[in-house]
């Protein structure tokens, strides 16, 4: 066997008809940027998430670069968010001369902490970035109280769980990426709902910072050759738009396909105590982007390796939290700063997920997985 992290052909065969003709319909017009299907992808999209504004964006960095943009924060500003993601989140922070200040996650959902928010709060935070990592919400109840209480912007990274519910204490239901003042996402090919290239969204029910964003990633014009701010060019192409606009429809039906392979594996995991299978809080659905492990007592190496050496993916996110990557090195950071983060990408381990897989594949893994983790310690 030969089991990939996510399986794009697969579903690629499954949707071709709809989509060769979507992506002939761009190349017969030769609409490539700005063509029709952009904006009927926004539209949809808006629809989908129940949201005022979608606005649609070259990748998922650039997302979180323009809603920041749009933000107006200045050097030495302080941006709070998690040590334990994709280095995308702190990378536009520092590239736009802000100080991300990174806190610690929690250990059962590996999502920020909101108490270490709280802590981190100073007179010069402006604003939180929380990230929906691996698939589901952070506690937002919590995190929109601390920025309403502190005057913050929330910014969501949502380029994991886009689709996910999340339900407040009241009872209220607004999907992932609808409940800051901004959020983001990223449509990259592996992303729950990819495109065949590069992609990205901003989400925001805030007129005045659409109007601004919708300027900004097109160079910071509202009408042609006058530049009311200062932008960059980032531009989801009408080719990405005609997939994405075949694929939206599916999407609640790729995340079912992606909860029946993480039940089958929690299922299989159930009995063994070397081994984590991801919780998932109360107040959110998951999605899986990633199925990830918390591995106890078991030679991670040694596991990659057998499962690699029978055709296995597998993956580790993230082998180092941000606090210790060599770039973002920093006086007030040190090892052991964010103990649960450290301890996490020791010992965490993600398996194959996606929209196509079979229960033969999933048995297989899960007996290599169990074949070694009962045997090593
Ligand atoms: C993928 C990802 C991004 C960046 O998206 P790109 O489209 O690759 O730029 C940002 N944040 C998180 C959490 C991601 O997983």
Redesign the pocket.
């Known amino acids: 066997m030969n089991i990939p992290m996510v399986d794009l052909q697969g579903q690629y065969r499954r949707l071709k008809t709809e989509i060769d003709r979507e992506i002939q319909k761009v190349l017969d017009n030769a609409s490539f940027i700005n063509g029709s299907v952009v904006a009927e992808f926004a539209k949809d999209l808006e629809k989908y998430l129940g949201i005022k504004h979608v606005i649609p964006c070259g ?4 997302a ?1 670069q323009v809603a920041m943009m749009a933000l107006d924060l200045k050097p030495g500003d302080e941006v709070i968010t998690t040590t334990f ?2 280095i ?2 702190a990378e536009v922070i520092a590239l736009l001369g802000l100080t991300p200040v990174l806190v610690d996650v929690l250990e059962d959902t590996m999502n920020i902490d909101p108490s270490a928010i709280r802590k981190a709060i100073t007179s010069k935070t402006k604003a939180i970035v929380p ?1 929906h ?1 691996f698939g589901q919400c952070a506690n937002m109840d919590e995190i929109m109280a601390i920025a309403d209480e502190n005057n913050l912007f929330v910014i969501e ?1 949502n ?2 769980a886009i689709g996910a519910n999340y339900t407040f204490k009241d009872g209220s239901v607004k999907k992932a990426g609808t409940i800051g003042h901004i959020g983001t996402t ?3 090919p592996s ?1 729950n709902l990819g495109a065949y290239g ?3 969204a901003i989400f925001t029910n805030d007129d005045k910072l659409a109007e601004q964003m919708r300027a900004v990633v097109n160079h910071g014009m509202k009408v042609r050759y006058y530049h009311d701010y200062v932008g960059i060019n980032s531009r989801l192409d009408s080719i990405q738009a005609a997939v994405l606009k075949v694929k939206l429809p599916h999407l609640d039906d790729f995340a079912k396909a992606r909860n029946y392979a993480a039940n089958y594996y929690n299922s299989a995991f159930a009995a063994c105590e070397k081994i984590t299978t991801p919780i998932t809080a109360k107040f959110t659905n998951h999605v899986f982007h990633q199925y990830t492990l918390i591995l106890n007592n078991v030679d991670r190496a040694g596991l990659q390796k057998h499962l690699s050496d029978q055709g296995i993916s597998n993956a580790v996110y993230y082998p180092v939290p941000l606090h210790q990557q060599k770039a973002y090195k920093d006086d007030r950071y040190e090892d052991g700063s964010f103990p649960i983060a450290e301890k996490l990408s020791n010992n965490v381990i993600s398996l194959p997920i996606h929209t196509e897989m079979t229960d033969e594949q999933l048995k297989f893994i899960s007996d290599a997985v169990l074949e070694f983790s009962t045997s090593s310690n």
Not at 59 to 62: L, V
């Open positions: 990748n998922g960095t650039d979180l993601t994709f995308a989140t990230v990592l990274d380029a994991q990223s449509f990259f992303k590069d992609g990205g």
